[in-house]
C-alpha cells in the first residue's frame, strides 16, 4: 500500500443544541480535524482529531500534517504503521518542538488514518482486524444530556428522557459551579427523579481545587456517583492521589493526557480508577492501545473520552479486554458513512471496513473549511 497523497481537512460540525457548557468551555460546533491518506491502489483512509471548532488552531494542525509529516509519508507502504509512527512520533525536528499539543493531535490523525487504511485493506472492521470482539453489548452512557449550561428543569427532562425513553442504564452530568451546592441540588434531584439503579457519574472539567472536591465529595456520599471525572487541574498528580485516597468516589480522567507517560505517571500515584483515553489527543490508535494494556496490566477499566464522538472508540472498546463501557455524545456521528449508533443502551457493533472514520461527501461539501 505506496502511499500517494496525504491531503488534510477540516470540517466545523453544529452540535445537538445550539451551543453547550461544561465548566470550562463553551463551544456551538466540533471540530472535526483530519487527513485523507490515499494509496496507488486507490484505497483512502481517514483519520482526525476532536477540537473546539477554532479555526485559526485548526489549521494549525492541517498545517503540521500537510508540511511536517505528509513528507515523511508520501512513498511509504502503509502497511508499516508501527514503523511509520515511531519515524513521525520520534523525528527529531519535530520531538524537539513537541510531544504532545498540536503536533501530537496531528500524529493522531495520521495513525488513524493508516489503521483505517489497513482495515480496509483486510476488508475488516477495525475491531476485527485487532483480533475480534470481546462483548456482544458495548453499554453506553449518555453525557449529552448533562451540560452545565442546562437548567435544572432541562437536565431533569434531558435525562428522564435517556432512561425513560432511550434505553440508556447510565448517564453523566456535568459539574462546577462556582457555588458547588448548586451541582448538589441539582444532581440531587437528578437522583431522586430516575432512583437508584441508574449510574450517575459526574464531571468537573478540571475546574475545581482540592479542598472543594473534597467538600464537595462529603456532601455528594449519598448520592451514589459512579466516578468523579477530571475534578481538577489536568496535570496535578498530587492532589487527584489525595482525593482518591480520601473519598469513596472512584476518579476518571485522561481526555487531556497525552502520551502514554502521563498516563503511567497517574496509575502508578494512585490517582486514577477509570482510565480515560482518547485516540485525538494521545498519539493515534498507536499510543491509545499502550495506554490500555497498561491499564489492564494494573487491573484499571478503560472507558474512552469520546473525543472523537466514539467512531473510532466504539471499535477499540468492542476489541480491548479492559473496556467496560463508552461515552455517547452524538454530535458528529450522522456525517460518517458508518455512524455510532446507540439502540437501547447499547452501542451498536461496526460491519463496514475500517475504522467507521470516513465522512460523507455532503459533509465536506457542507461544512469543510479552508486550510488558509
Known sequence: MKIT??????????????????STHSITHWGVVGTKITTAEGLEG????????????????????????????????ANDHQRLWTRLARYPSLQWVGRAGI??????????ALWDLKAKKAGQPLWSLLGGARTEGLEAYNTDIGWLSFSKDALLAGAARAVE?????????????????????????VRQRLGGAVRIAIDANGKWDLPTCQRFCEKARDLNIYWFEEPMWY???????ALARNTAIPVALGEQLYTVDAFRAFIAAGAVHYVQPDVT?????TEYIQVADLALAHRLPVVP????MSQVHVHLSYWHPASTILEYIPWIKDHFHEPSN??????????????????????????????G
Open 103 to 112: 503536533t501530537h493531535l496531528a500524529l493522531a490523525a495520521v495513525d488513524v
Open 5 to 22: 497523497s496525504v491531503e488534510p481537512f477540516i470540517l466545523h460540525l453544529p452540535l445537538t443544541s445550539d451551543s453547550i457548557s461544561d
Open 281 to 285: 489527543r494521545l498519539a493515534g490508535i
Open 46 to 77: 481517514y483519520g482526525f482529531t476532536g477540537t473546539h471548532a477554532h479555526l485559526p488552531s485548526d489549521r494549525l494542525i492541517t498545517a503540521c500534517i500537510r508540511d511536517c509529516y505528509a513528507p515523511l509519508l508520501i512513498g511509504e507502504d
Open 305 to 308: 473520552h469520546a473525543g472523537e
Open 165 to 189: 425513553e432511550d434505553g440508556f442504564t447510565r448517564i453523566k452530568i456535568k459539574v462546577g459551579h462556582d457555588d458547588p451546592n448548586v451541582d448538589i441540588d441539582r444532581l440531587a434531584a
Open 235 to 241: 496535570d496535578d498528580i498530587a492532589s487527584h492521589a
Open 342 to 371: 446507540v439502540m437501547d443502551g447499547v452501542f451498536l457493533r461496526p460491519q463496514q471496513p475500517g475504522a467507521s472514520t470516513t465522512p460523507l461527501p455532503e459533509s465536506f461539501a457542507r461544512y469543510g473549511k479552508s486550510l
